[in-house]
Structure formats: structure tokens, C-alpha cells
């Protein structure tokens, strides 16, 4: 009864409210309109001997002075070509915007922005020799609205705060016998599957109440069954992932241990040759090295520390790292790296584990173009993150491995124990982001990520 009350109130006051919205939403609509095409038009007008003779110094001053108009958000002359001549908003002179298109007699409403978008050709005759683009705010048509919003909503809550008190003291006696119901129901929400129900009659509640009762014990039962198959599924799937992991592990280590076994046996012949004896002996300090490495990353990926992250100065750890891998004596000299920033690089990242990461990337660059080429390491602001790419003039990755650069234990390197990647891709999990890899054999690989500029937690 009070739903239904209460249903009432809001569908006729609702009606209500809507109407006037939508009919003041017209009108102030039509109006902002109207001072748009006014404002646009003296824009075409101001500018048209200046866009003809492309005095920009003009441009940009019927831009600024409409600028200067609290309801305008941006104003644009562009030429006939499409590319912007004057605009009130940063980096946009010299861009294009494509070709002048046909004005529209119907002005779209830019609703993520709350601008509304306006464009006006200039014109010499019939022939268009530009354009101009005006962005009116909407906030006092949003003001408005709102106002009149919150006026019918304020009638219609005391409406409704009316009607419900009033069918409330009509009905109170027959939901009284459901509360007892009501507080199962919430411990059933909050988790408590045990929860019953007295059944204390034979009418309608206490139908609802025996209805109840089997509901939660089926949930119950339900949920025991789940609990017991997520543990089964749990536990397979890590004896899986542990069979996994020491099958890679054995694959990867069976190699140097056979060539350190054979070259043990060969260092006992007392016949071995001075010459053999020094070779075997490479072998064995070769192949024990790479042993260790395999071992060092493998611990690395296993034992990898919780990130600490910090707001920082990006570009100052990536200068810092460049300058380390550009002292790599393999390398030095014939690695050119062209180094892009903007100015404020600030962003949240844990500094030890983001040079780990930047020193993956970058040496796994310089190796793909076999220590010859040029590096580009860029930094570029993407909204509230910041982007960091790296590029490499190398021989890029054939296209029926990229799925699988990233999996533990593989490598596209003869001597590369395959974690380097499956490392960066775990520590940038850390920093709520994941690396991105394009690549075209023969022409380079790019490989980039964002970080959060704050702290959105």
C-alpha cells in the first residue's frame, strides 16, 4: 500500500517536473542558440579580411577579445585548408582539423564537456575561405535546469513524505508480523546464511516465512558446495602451476648442467691437452654463470618485493638510467639515444623497482639492435598519467611470438633466460598499469606503459 502511494506521487509529480524541465530546457536552449549564431557571426565578420590576408596577429585578437566572454569556453578561426589560424586554447594554432565541412542548422550538444559547439562558415560570395568554431558553456543552462529539477523533487518528496505517512498508519498492523522477516533477511545479506524465521501462522506471512526458511537453507547448502569446490579448484591449480614451473625450470637448467658434467669428466683425463683443458674450462665458467643467472632472475620473479610508491620526478630516473646503460662497454659509442620529455613529468612509482624495469627494457632494446642504432626514450603527459615509451630501430619480433614474450621461461635470445619481461610485466601490475608492445619485423619494436600522476586510492 505505501508502495503504491508512494508510486503515485512520484509518477504524477514526475511528469510534472519533466515538463517543465523539457519546456525551460527549449527555451534556454534556443536562447543560448541564438546568441551563439550572433556571436559566431561577428566572429565571421571580424575575421574574414584578416583570414583572407592570414594576419594572424588579427586572428588572435578577435579570438581573445571573444574569449574574454565568461559563456565562452573556446573560440577558432580556421582556413579553408583546415588548419587552425587563432584559437583561444593552448597548442592548437598550426594544427588541422580537416577540411571546412557543411554547417548544420541543428548545433549538437557536447554533454561530456557541457559545451555547445558551434561552427559558421566565412565566406566571399558562394566560395567558403574558412571557418569559424565557438564553444558556448552550458553551466547556467545546467544551473537552470538544476533549479527547477530540485524544485519539483522538493514537491515531490513532500508529496510522497505525505502520502506514505499517511498509508504507513494505514497498514502498519499488517506488515508488523513481517519484521521478524525483514531481520533475516538482512542477516542473510550480511552473510549469516544460518538465519530462520519463526513461522508463527498459516496466512500469507507465514507462507512467506516457510518460503524463506527453504531459500536460506538452499543458499547454505549452495554455498558449502562452492566452498568446497574452490578449494579443489584451488589446490589443482597450484600443484599445476608448481608442475609448471619446475618443468621450465629443469628444461632451462639441463642444458648447462649436461655441458658442466661433461666438461667435469673431461677435466679428470690426465690426457686432455693444455689447449682442451682451457677450453673445457670456459666452458665450465660459462655455462656455471649462466647457471647463476638463471637462478638470480628466477628468484627475482619468485621474490619480488610489494611496490612502495612515491610521488617522483620520472625523467630525473630515467636520465639516471640511460646514463648507466650508456656506460655498458659493450655498447659504448654506437648506440645513439634521443631523449624527449615534457616539463612536468611527476607521477607515483617505486623508484628501485621502476629502474628495474627501465633497465629490462632498455637492454633488451640495445640487444635488439645488436648494440648499433638509435634509441628513442620518450615521456609524454596522457591526461592524469604520464606515458613512457621506448623505441628501437632493431629487427622488431616476428609475429608468431609476440603472444608469447611475456611467459615465464621464454626467450627469443639464445642466452636469455626468459623472465625478464614476465619481472617487468609483475612490477608494473604493482603500478595498476601493463606494458604495451608493438612491433614489425624489420622495422623496430616500441614497448610502453602509463603511470598514475596522483594517488586516485
Known amino acids: 500500500m505505501i508502495f503504491s502511494v508512494a508510486l503515485v506521487h512520484v509518477v504524477l509529480m514526475g511528469l510534472f517536473t519533466w515538463e517543465a524541465v523539457h519546456r525551460q530546457s527549449q527555451e534556454l536552449r534556443q536562447e543560448m542558440v541564438n546568441q551563439g549564431r550572433s556571436l559566431a557571426s561577428l566572429m565571421v565578420v571580424a575575421s574574414t579580411n584578416a583570414l583572407l590576408a592570414e594576419d594572424l596577429a588579427s586572428l588572435a585578437e578577435v579570438t581573445r577579445r571573444v574569449g574574454e566572454r565568461e559563456d565562452v569556453s573556446y573560440g577558432e578561426i580556421v582556413d579553408v585548408r583546415?588548419?587552425?589560424?587563432?584559437?583561444?586554447?593552448?597548442?592548437?594554432v598550426g594544427r588541422s582539423v580537416g577540411p571546412v565541412i557543411k554547417v548544420s542548422e541543428q548545433f549538437p550538444l557536447?554533454?561530456?564537456d557541457r559545451v555547445l559547439d558551434l561552427r559558421q562558415a566565412v565566406?566571399?560570395?558562394?566560395?567558403?575561405?574558412?571557418?569559424?568554431?565557438?564553444?558556448?558553456?552550458?553551466?547556467?543552462?545546467?544551473?537552470?535546469?538544476?533549479?527547477?529539477?530540485?524544485?519539483?523533487?522538493?514537491?515531490?518528496?513532500?508529496?510522497?513524505?505525505?502520502?506514505s505517512v499517511a498509508a504507513w498508519l494505514l497498514s502498519i498492523t499488517v506488515t508488523r508480523n513481517l519484521h521478524a522477516l525483514t531481520l533475516a533477511a538482512k542477516r542473510i545479506g550480511d552473510g549469516?546464511?544460518?538465519?530462520?524465521?519463526?513461522?508463527?501462522?498459516?496466512?500469507?506471512?507465514?507462507?512467506?516465512?516457510?518460503?524463506?526458511?527453504?531459500?536460506?537453507?538452499?543458499?547454505?547448502?549452495?554455498?558449502?558446495?562452492?566452498?568446497?569446490?574452490?578449494?579443489?579448484?584451488?589446490?589443482?591449480?597450484?600443484?599445476?602451476?608448481?608442475?609448471?614451473?619446475?618443468?621450465?625450470?629443469?628444461?632451462?637448467?639441463?642444458?648447462?648442467?649436461a655441458a658442466l658434467l661433461n666438461s667435469v669428466k673431461l677435466l679428470g683425463d690426465q690426457k686432455l691437452v693444455k689447449d682442451d683443458?682451457?677450453?673445457?674450462?670456459?666452458?665450465?665458467?660459462?655455462?656455471?654463470?649462466?647457471?647463476?643467472?638463471?637462478?638470480?632472475?628466477?628468484?627475482?620473479?619468485?621474490?619480488?618485493?610489494?611496490?612502495?610508491?612515491?610521488?617522483?620526478?620520472?625523467?630525473?630516473?630515467?636520465?639516471?638510467?640511460?646514463?648507466?646503460?650508456?656506460?655498458?662497454?659493450?655498447?659504448?659509442?654506437?648506440?645513439?639515444f634521443d631523449c624527449r620529455y615534457e616539463p612536468d613529468n611527476q607521477c607515483?612509482?617505486?623508484?628501485?623497482?621502476?629502474r628495474q624495469v627501465l633497465l629490462n627494457l632498455l637492454l633488451n632494446a640495445m640487444q635488439a639492435m645488436q648494440g648499433e642504432g638509435k634509441l628513442i626514450v620518450r615521456l609524454k603527459r596522457n591526461g592524469d598519467r604520464v606515458n613512457l615509451s621506448i623505441v628501437d630501430n632493431g629487427g622488431g619480433i616476428p609475429e608468431h611470438i609476440m603472444s608469447q614474450i611475456s611467459k615465464p621461461f621464454f626467450s627469443g635470445r639464445k642466452n636469455g633466460t626468459g623472465l625478464g619481461l614476465s619481472v617487468v610485466q609483475r612490477i608494473l601490475a604493482q603500478h595498476t598499469s601493463v606494458l604495451s608492445i608493438t612491433s614489425r619485423e624489420g622495422s623496430g619494436t616500441e614497448a610502453c606503459f602509463d603511470l598514475d600522476r596522483e594517488n586516485h586510492g
Open 82 to 92: 583546415g588548419y587552425v589560424m587563432a584559437s583561444t586554447r593552448d597548442g592548437r
Open 110 to 112: 557536447v554533454k561530456t
Open 123 to 163: 565566406l566571399i560570395g558562394d566560395k567558403p575561405v574558412g571557418f569559424v568554431v565557438l564553444g558556448l558553456s552550458t553551466e547556467n543552462l545546467e544551473s537552470a535546469l538544476a533549479a527547477t529539477r530540485n524544485r519539483g523533487i522538493q514537491y515531490t518528496l513532500l508529496a510522497l513524505v505525505i502520502g
Open 192 to 257: 549469516d546464511l544460518g538465519a530462520r524465521v519463526e513461522v508463527r501462522s498459516q496466512d500469507e506471512a507465514g507462507t512467506l516465512a516457510h518460503a524463506f526458511n527453504s531459500m536460506a537453507a538452499s543458499l547454505q547448502r549452495n554455498a558449502r558446495e562452492i566452498e568446497q569446490e574452490h578449494q579443489k579448484r584451488t589446490e589443482a591449480e597450484r600443484l599445476a602451476c608448481v608442475g609448471e614451473m619446475a618443468a621450465s625450470i629443469a628444461h632451462e637448467i639441463r642444458n648447462p648442467l
Open 277 to 336: 683443458h682451457a677450453i673445457v674450462t670456459r666452458i665450465v665458467d660459462t655455462e656455471s654463470k649462466r647457471l647463476q643467472r638463471i637462478l638470480d632472475d628466477f628468484l627475482t620473479f619468485s621474490r619480488l618485493p610489494a611496490a612502495q610508491l612515491q610521488n617522483g620526478d620520472l625523467k630525473q630516473l630515467v636520465e639516471e638510467t640511460v646514463e648507466l646503460v650508456r656506460q655498458d662497454p659493450r655498447y659504448s659509442g654506437r648506440i645513439t
Open 348 to 354: 607515483l612509482f617505486d623508484p628501485d623497482l621502476m
